[in-house]
Nanobody, 129 residues
Framework: QRQLVESGGGSVQSGGSLRLSCAASGYTGSRYNRPCMGWFRQAPGKEREGVAAIDSDGRLSYADSVKGRFTISRDSAKNTLYLQMNSLQPEDTAMYYC????????????????????WGQGTQVTVSS
């Protein structure tokens, strides 16, 4: 059974940093050799949006709003996806979700919800001014 579990959320002041982690389990077998993995967020009253992703070719994509502040990375040996978030602002406040898929994704498509089959439960990030 595939599972994604996020951690690392919390409350910080504006300008602070957080590192989110997403532990993936059950993603075994050759069909998961080139996964599509990403981070999404959803603020109250807003639609879920793609934040950062690693596509099936290993290329990184970021939403314009987080470029230069957030960094996505993956440790394949630990089956863990990370999101380092620096210079956090109140507008970054949201529930952050990890997503994964065995299907091929590339470029901008990796930042869309339709690229993903599996989702975690989310971890809350709150940034105060």
């Amino acid at each position: 059974q595939r599972q994604l579990v996020e951690s690392g959320g919390g409350s910080v002041q504006s300008g602070g940093s957080l590192r989110l982690s997403c532990a993936a389990s059950g993603y075994t077998g050759s069909r998961y050799n080139r996964p599509c993995m990403g981070w999404f967020r959803q603020a109250p009253g807003k639609e879920r949006e793609g934040v950062a992703a690693i596509d099936s070719d290993g290329r990184l994509s970021y939403a314009d709003s987080v470029k230069g502040r957030f960094t996505i990375s993956r440790d394949s040996a630990k089956n863990t996806l990370y999101l380092q978030m620096n210079s956090l602002q109140p507008e970054d406040t949201a529930m952050y979700y990890c997503a994964a898929s065995a299907f091929y994704c590339s470029g901008w498509y990796s930042l869309t919800q339709s690229a993903y089959a599996d989702w975690g439960q989310g971890t809350q990030v709150t940034v105060s001014s």
